[in-house]
């Protein structure tokens, strides 16, 4: 493809290039920065995996968050490499495989976002169903257990729908066959905490609560489900997720954009190649 940049008429001049080399390197930068994001997210993954025991983390693979990161990381990776090399090559195989991705991403985006909406309840059921299985691996997996515990003071609830969700755990089980010290217990970050610095905390607050009945227990801890919290914190923050999701959106727009800019001018500047090496070997057709 030509690489000269000297603009003049498209049929008088070798020189001439339909490819921007503003939009070209535009894109090329704009892929480059995600690039260099997506190594970051796959190493911090890496290491936050490789730091782990390994059965530990298998069982609860679907909700680790270093696996998470990894897959997110992996993606984005290899689809910022198609548009890096794509836009510095001016490979159209390459920017399609780029835009053609972002725009999947888009728009599978926008439709987990309404389906969302639409069946709020069935969402709902889904995100208990997976709040539920990380109460039951709340020991197996340091950086769920940190994640849990970071949900439940940020939004103060305890377990799913309820607080005696917790004996789902086998640790916090009730059973009377259960040997665990945390037996008919809740964790820590159920307690409901004085502000008062002077005030010695008590970490065992939780201990034996979930015998305890729906109205003493919530003179300690925190009763109320992380759903129901979570559902209450949506719906007072909805400017600002939608704020977030507009942020999220306008990347990806640009990337679909300048990709597809890109693209036409490529395509334009190969038929004009064509033109001319048709017409230096047969000036009279």
């Known amino acids: 493809m030509g690489r000269g940049r ?22 090329f930068v704009f892929n480059f920065i995600f690039w260099i994001i997506s190594l970051v ?39 910022t490499f198609c548009g890096c090399v794509g836009s510095l090559r001016e490979n159209i195989c390459l920017l399609q495989t780029f835009c053609i991705s972002l725009t999947i991403i888009f728009l ?9 909406f639409i069946f709020s309840d069935k969402a709902r059921g889904k995100v208990t169903e997976v709040i539920s299985d990380a109460i039951v691996h709340y020991r197996d997996d340091l950086d769920l257990q940190n994640l849990i515990d970071f949900g439940q003071k940020e939004f103060g609830c305890c377990g799913a729908v309820t607080y005696t969700d917790w004996s789902q755990n086998m640790y916090f089980n009730c059973s ?35 015998n305890e009945e729906y109205i003493k227990a919530g003179d300690y801890i925190h009763t109320n489900g ?60």
Not at 46 to 72: G, I
Not at 108 to 116: P, R, S
Request: charged content about 15%; aromatic content about 6%.
């Open 6 to 27: 000297r603009r003049g008429a498209p049929g008088n001049d070798e020189d001439f290039s339909f490819v921007s080399p503003v939009v070209k390197y535009l894109l």
């Open 41 to 79: 997210m796959v190493s911090i993954g890496v290491y936050a995996r490789m730091t782990k025991h390994a059965e530990a983390a298998l069982a609860c693979l679907s909700v680790d968050p270093a696996v998470m990161l990894m897959v997110v990381g992996v993606l984005m990776f290899i689809i």
């Open 108 to 116: 599978l985006q926008l439709a987990a976002g309404i389906l969302g």
């Open 176 to 210: 009377k066959d259960n040997p665990s010290r945390e037996r008919c217990s809740v964790p820590f970050s159920c307690c409901i905490l004085t502000k008062d610095k002077l005030v010695v905390i008590n970490t065992m607050c939780g201990q034996g609560m979930q």
């Open 226 to 285: 992380c759903i129901d919290k979570l559902v209450n914190w949506i719906h007072s923050n909805l400017f600002i997720l939608g704020g977030i999701a507009l942020g999220l959106a306008i990347p990806q727009l640009v990337g679909i954009l300048l990709s597809q800019i890109l693209i036409n001018q490529i395509k334009d500047q190969i038929e004009l190649q064509n033109y001319n090496q048709k017409h230096r070997s047969d000036p009279w057709s």
